[in-house]
């Protein structure tokens, strides 16, 4: 007699799928707005710890910085008038606690009395006055002024600016289609 053999049926554990396949990590993490936004700020503070790491100015008193000024140590000066700080480089061989650049802070009314001292001493190079502008995303976000009844209009317009701002870093996060629906 012949048996017939029915075949044996084989059961597979199935393996669980991961919520985050191990290779795609990656880059699903830079497709989110908020990596951007981090990478964006990372780079600008280092990219500002940078530039301004050569000309480094030690701060000291205000009044030291007009004892220099009277003495005639002073080789070039610089007011910057939104910061209120008076900047100086000293001539060779002067130094104020050890520095030849040297900037220290005053208050509005001291500018005149400043003016006034570096016109009666000046320096062998020309003293200036800057007046730094603002930066032009600053303005427009500023450009409201402080929010007044409706706030959230201010808060929409500032989300947009990000957004914007985001889309200009990462395009291929504005390229996708939304998946919110409005009703």
Do not use: H
């Amino acid at each position: 007699m012949a048996e017939s053999k029915k075949p044996e049926k084989k059961f597979q554990i199935k393996r669980p799928k991961l919520p985050i396949k191990p290779g795609k990590t990656p880059q699903r993490l830079t497709r989110r707005p908020l990596f951007w936004i981090l990478v964006a700020i990372v780079l600008v503070t280092f990219v500002g710890q940078i530039s301004s790491g050569g000309n480094q100015f030690t701060k000291v008193e205000t009044s030291q910085v007009m004892g220099a000024i009277t003495r005639g140590d002073v080789e070039a000066a610089t007011i910057v008038d939104r910061a209120q700080i008076i900047r100086i480089v000293l001539k060779p061989g002067s130094a104020i606690d050890g520095a030849t650049k040297v900037e220290a802070s005053y208050v509005s009314g001291q500018e005149p009395i400043l003016i006034d001292l570096l016109s009666a001493t000046p320096p062998p190079k020309e003293w200036n006055v800057e007046v730094p502008k603002t930066n032009i995303f600053v303005s427009i976000l500023f450009k409201q002024g402080a929010p007044k009844k409706d706030g959230a209009s201010t808060v929409i317009s500032l989300i947009l600016g990000l957004t914007s701002a985001l889309c200009i870093l990462n395009p291929e996060a504005c390229s996708r289609p939304s998946t919110v629906r409005m009703i």
